[in-house]
């Protein structure tokens, strides 16, 4: 039988793999206007999104061994887009709708779920999905 342990309360971070860090930076940082956090060269850089923070990783550099003894982050990535969900309040999502339009950025989709929430879903430079939605999504 297997010892009782509490679940995790939240999530910490969550991670996306991109091939140009540059264009990653500008989009999430200049575009978004999430506030970076670090960058290491070619092998990541880190922003701040609320109480979370979004790990954006060059998955061919993530790949290899850690470099550093004291740190031994074991060598992770992935391939292929992936999916992350920002939060925001209706009228500053559907203010950042309009920036991301302005700045040539395609919308894919835009909708309300049945119970209310309304969702925004575009591309990042890399492919990966972004949804911008209520933070009520997940509230029913």
């Not at 010892?3 to 991109?18: D, N």
């Not at 998955?59 to 887009?81: D, F, I, Q």
Request: glycine share 8%; with cysteine; proline share 9%.
């Amino acid at each position: 039988m297997l010892p009782k342990a509490p679940a995790p309360k939240a999530i910490l971070e969550s991670a996306l793999y991109v091939d140009d860090l540059d264009a990653a930076e500008e989009f999430y940082g200049g575009l978004l206007g999430l506030e970076r956090i670090q960058r290491a060269d070619n092998r990541h850089v880190f922003f701040r999104c609320g109480n979370s923070v979004l790990l954006l990783f060059n998955a061919s550099e993530t790949v290899k061994a850690a470099g550093n003894p004291r740190l031994p982050v074991p060598p992770h990535g992935a391939h292929g887009p992936g999916h992350v969900c920002l939060a925001q309040p209706r009228e500053d999502m559907l203010e950042m709708r309009d920036r991301l339009r302005a700045a040539g950025v395609d919308i894919e989709a835009e909708f309300d779920w049945p119970h209310g929430p309304r969702s925004v879903y575009f591309r990042d430079p890399a492919g990966n999905s972004v949804e911008i939605a209520e933070p009520h999504l997940w509230s029913y």
